[in-house]
């Protein structure tokens, strides 16, 4: 029955194989977290985003509810419409939620934080967040610290 | 300086016909008509020679590679602090890169040179010859199951390759240099995303798989039948097939990831 | 003679790469005899098993099968021509990973739908037929050279094809294996109505068998007739051929320039 087992271990290689593969979709890319439980649009308006990019991910108190899905220029008040997918799992936000770009470490990636405030009715589908923090741009911190030494001199 | 030039414009000449000779080889073994029953079988005896014979060399050079990628990513990233972004480091290495590369040379080496030897051997021994007095083309009969095989088997290995290097850099990362568990995990996950880095590491095993098993068969098939001939067609199945892989994969990670 | 002729070759003519190998060779095998072809090493009488079989094309030229001329034919009608002919190579050719059973069937299973019983018994038979039916459960690896050569013949004749080539069958053949395979191919030519060409160096043991010889030497025919009346020619070429003299029209020395040239 040498044909049987050769059969059996080739039928073992391709399951293996698609073992890896929901491995990979599950474990290492999460594919879960998009996807099942479905989510909504939100978007804010910021004066700078500098160094956000689209994929980076949103999150409130340090948990991530969404991801950045589109980084726009508004014309009309000359600032950044940044587009997020929060999951329906988060669908708490309060009107008057805070948006802010926080920085991962100090030299990390760019995500959005959410801070939820204390009016009653939520945010809903499409609506856009105008309370903002815009990104800190090292450069200019760095200016201004320079500018400030001279002037104290 | 004559010479020189018409030493050149031979051999791009040469060159192209033995591209022809290939081409016409691989839509011969691939589009001629076929006894599929017959031809499946022969399939997948030959998914059992090169991938499931494949396997343990796949394993444990991915195991090796994910532990050392954890090992130096861990002792880079916390010079800044950011030991939790290894999960992610060695995940997107993987699939994006060394996943497809890495298993590709490696089938280059373990499989396709032993494809061209075994061809070749057959050459030399007259069975090619034999069975198309018998009136069976070994396109179709020798060398189309075997392109297949090695079509279907490496990106299976490669993903095998992928998920095995993972957890070999979980292994150093979380169980031995105290990596949190969650952070790596999740790291990982928030920066891997399946269709631009999972599937497109997919894609690239797929080119790699066509071009290194069909480098393999043409030289197998094409070679001088002396032993000096089989070890030369061998070697060079190694080296033009380790280097269209390097090659190809600048390409294909410019297409794919690159902003140009 | 022409009218029974199984193959006839007309003014072929055939180059590999520089080198001419036939300059106009023209020849005919009669059917259903055993028909030798014979001449020096490297004249390429290989090279006319293969042109016969269409695994080569001539340059310009007639090679004729039964009538069907070889280098014309599409490749399908090619390989239905190939079913009625039977090859055994130098080497035996088995194919190293199917037992010995399973080699002779396999032409009866690309080509026939016969069932397993049925394929069992004409492999059987074919095997008896060579004397080897006790090897029907080994490997090609385990028979010695001779016994490869005689699967290898019992292949050959798994479908009975009308006519068998044999590529220098006899080379390394100790006494006994060698009248071994002279007595198999002398009888399937009897038993089975064969049309039989062997290429071969052995030359007394060819001709003892053969009825017809064909000889190859510089790019040509240089005889063609019965072994009898090759033996009686007086032209100096089958002389120093059948004696096997140093010297004569076939040249001991490579063609070169002359020596004290090369030297100076």
């Known amino acids: 029955m040498y044909s049987r087992r050769l059969e059996l271990s080739v039928g073992a290689f391709v399951l293996l194989g698609a073992l890896c593969l929901?491995?990979?979709?599950?474990?290492?890319?999460?594919?879960?977290?998009?996807?099942?439980a479905g989510s909504y649009r939100l978007s804010a308006r910021f004066d700078n985003v500098a160094g956000l990019t689209t994929r980076a991910k949103v999150s409130a108190a340090g948990v991530t509810v969404g991801r950045v899905v589109g980084i726009r220029y508004d014309e009309t008040t000359a600032g950044a419409i940044v587009d997020m997918e929060i999951s329906q799992d988060f669908a708490q936000f309060?009107?008057?939620?805070s948006a802010s770009i926080l920085t991962a470490g100090l030299l990390g990636e760019k995500y959005i934080g959410l801070m939820t405030g204390g009016d009653p009715s939520n945010l809903k589908d499409g609506d856009v967040i105008y309370d903002t923090q815009s990104a800190i741009v090292l450069e200019e911190l760095i200016g201004k610290f320079l500018l400030n030494m001279s002037s104290d001199k | 300086m004559m010479n020189w030039?018409?030493?050149?414009?031979?051999?791009?000449?040469?060159?192209?016909?033995?591209?022809?000779?290939?081409?016409?080889?691989?839509?011969?073994?691939?589009?001629?008509?076929?006894n599929v029953g017959v031809h499946w079988r022969l399939t997948i005896d030959q998914i059992h020679v090169v991938g499931v014979l494949s396997l343990s060399i796949i394993i444990v050079s991915g195991l090796f590679i994910g532990m050392v990628l954890g090992l130096q990513g861990y002792t880079i990233l916390t010079d800044y602090g950011s030991e939790q972004a290894l999960g992610q480091?060695?995940?997107?290495?993987?699939?994006?890169?060394?996943?497809?590369?890495v298993t590709a040379l490696l089938f280059a080496g373990r499989a396709g040179s032993a494809l061209t030897a075994e061809i070749g051997l057959m050459k030399a021994t007259e069975q090619l010859a034999s069975l198309e007095m018998i009136g069976v083309d070994p396109l179709r009969r020798v060398v189309a199951p075997r392109f297949w095989a090695g079509v279907i088997s490496l990106p299976i290995l490669s993903l095998i390759f992928v998920s095995v290097g993972c957890l070999?850099?979980?292994?150093?990362?979380?169980?031995?240099?105290?990596?949190?568990?969650?952070?790596?995990?999740?790291?990982?996950?928030?920066?891997?995303?399946?269709?631009?880095?999972v599937f497109n590491g997919i894609i690239k095993s797929v080119v790699f798989a066509v071009v290194v098993t069909w480098i393999a068969v043409y030289q197998g098939y094409d070679l001088v039948p002396t032993s000096e001939g089989i070890a030369r067609a061998t070697t060079k199945t190694v080296v033009y097939a380790s280097l269209a892989v390097l090659g190809l994969d600048f390409f294909l990670t410019a297409v794919m990831f690159g902003e140009i | 003679m022409t009218a029974e002729a199984f193959v006839e070759i007309q003014d072929v003519v055939f180059r590999r790469d520089q080198r001419v190998i036939y300059d106009g060779l023209t020849a005919s095998v009669p059917r259903g005899k055993i028909t030798a072809i014979v001449g020096p090493s490297g004249t390429g009488k290989t090279t006319l098993l293969r042109l016969i079989g269409g695994q080569l094309k001539p340059e310009s030229g007639d090679v004729r099968v039964d009538g069907l001329s070889v280098q014309s034919l599409?490749?399908?009608?090619?390989?239905?021509?190939?079913?009625?002919?039977?090859?055994?190579?130098?080497?035996?050719?088995?194919?190293?990973?199917?037992?010995?059973?399973e080699n002779v069937a396999f032409p009866l299973r690309v080509h026939t739908d016969l069932d397993d019983d049925l394929i069992r018994l004409v492999v059987l038979m074919k095997l008896e037929a060579v004397g080897l039916r006790g090897a029907v459960d080994l490997m090609p690896s385990e028979l010695s050279g001779g016994m490869q050569r005689r699967v290898a013949l019992a292949r050959a004749i798994a479908l009975d094809p009308e006519m068998i080539m044999y590529d220098e069958p006899f080379v390394g053949q100790d006494p006994i294996g060698l009248g071994v395979l002279l007595s198999l191919v002398k009888q399937l030519n009897q038993a089975l109505g064969l049309t039989s060409l062997v290429v071969s160096h052995d030359l007394q043991e060819t001709l003892s068998i053969a009825d017809?010889?064909?000889?190859i030497a510089?790019?040509?025919?240089?005889?063609?007739?019965?072994?009898?009346?090759?033996?009686?020619?007086?032209?100096?070429?089958?002389?120093?051929?059948?004696?096997?003299?140093?010297?004569?029209?076939?040249?001991?020395?490579?063609?070169?320039?002359?020596?004290?040239?090369?030297?100076s």
């Open chain 1, 22 to 36: 929901a491995f990979l979709a599950l474990e290492v890319s999460g594919l879960t977290q998009t996807g099942d």
């Open chain 1, 94 to 97: 309060s009107e008057d939620t």
């Open chain 2, 5 to 34: 030039i018409a030493g050149i414009g031979r051999s791009t000449l040469s060159q192209l016909s033995d591209l022809g000779r290939a081409t016409l080889i691989l839509m011969q073994a691939i589009f001629g008509r076929s």
């Open chain 2, 89 to 101: 480091m060695v995940a997107l290495s993987l699939t994006r890169e060394l996943g497809p590369v």
């Open chain 2, 168 to 197: 070999g850099g979980a292994l150093v990362g979380v169980s031995w240099l105290g990596v949190d568990s969650g952070s790596f995990w999740s790291n990982m996950q928030a920066s891997v995303d399946f269709s631009d880095d």
């Open chain 3, 74 to 101: 599409k490749r399908s009608a090619l390989f239905d021509l190939r079913k009625r002919m039977g090859m055994l190579f130098q080497s035996g050719a088995l194919f190293a990973e199917l037992s010995v059973f």
């Open chain 3, 212 to 215: 017809h010889v064909i000889m």
């Open chain 3, 218 to 263: 510089n790019n040509r025919v240089a005889f063609q007739g019965s072994p009898e009346i090759m033996q009686a020619s007086d032209d100096p070429l089958v002389q120093q051929f059948l004696h096997g003299s140093p010297d004569g029209p076939v040249r001991f020395h490579f063609p070169a320039p002359s020596l004290e040239d090369a030297l």
